[in-house]
């Protein structure tokens, strides 16, 4: 057994998990709206959230990330009675949940959204906190930028930047993953990539010699971006709407190719210093899940050698 650890400042609580499992990222189980459906085709997305959900119960993963826009409308408690339902199998489990907030967590009713999640996620802090399992810490952000006063920004960034510098020079610390709702590269035809992220996040993820994924989702595809050696990956399979991703000379190549399944989930394990990165999809029929998808990060202290890392994707 190893003990989760989370934390802000210099305020700590713990539970116990099982070190020997996964670690399991979600991301964008929200239901699809009716104005997103004027634009995108629905596909049994609900049917899609519940069977991910089942799959977690099942494999009773030592930890679960949800990276955002887990309900359609945060401020709508009918919205999260699904996700309550999990959330309270997962407790009885004793999987550990961890979340952050995404764009429709705050959407239209900003306070009330914060709330209903803040009663789902006591352990988030909007201005970023860190869980640690196994020796991967991983940095959970909030990139809601629009949503946050100038001060909660600037305090974010000062506090992602302390951290990281402090995660990178802690003995006991052997990876790091950064991850926050918003991806900084896409090529998706109906979600940018956010400038406000690349801005405040993707610098100290870069300048880490122990960061060695940057995972998000708000697109609704899988994506996978090597920029300056380190990897980015965009996971938002969880249950919404598909979203096609642009076929132009100017996109951002994508490490993924045409692996661009309609919904799936990320699993993440350490390997000495290394990072086993697997992406799970649902197959057309509904019938179970397969692994489409699976790569290893470079090792920090052989890229710091000079020997090359392994970088591109399997199948």
Known sequence: ??????????????AQTDSSKEMYFLSDTQQPMFVEKLLLKPDHNLAATRDIFDVVLNDKPSNVYMLGDVVALGYARHK?????RFLNSCTKEGIGVCGILGNHEVMIRKKRGERNFQKRFAMNVSTGYISVADSVAVVLLNSNFSKMSAADEKKQREWYDANMASLDANDSIRAIIVCCHHAPYTNSKIVKGSIGVQQ??????I????????ITGHAHTFEHFDVQGKDFLVIGGGGGLHQPTRDSKDNLPDLSGDYKPMFHYLTVKRAE?????????LKNDFSGF???????TAHPQADMAGAPGQKASSR
């Open 1 to 14: 057994m190893s003990l989760m650890l989370f934390f802000s400042g210099s305020i700590w609580a713990q």
């Open 80 to 84: 999260w009675k699904k996700v309550d």
């Open 200 to 205: 405040a996040f993707v610098p100290a993820y």
């Open 207 to 214: 300048k880490s010699k122990k960061a060695q994924l940057f």
């Open 273 to 281: 210093g290394t990072l086993i990165v697997s992406s799970h999809y």
């Open 290 to 296: 397969e692994t489409g998808l699976s790569f290893a």
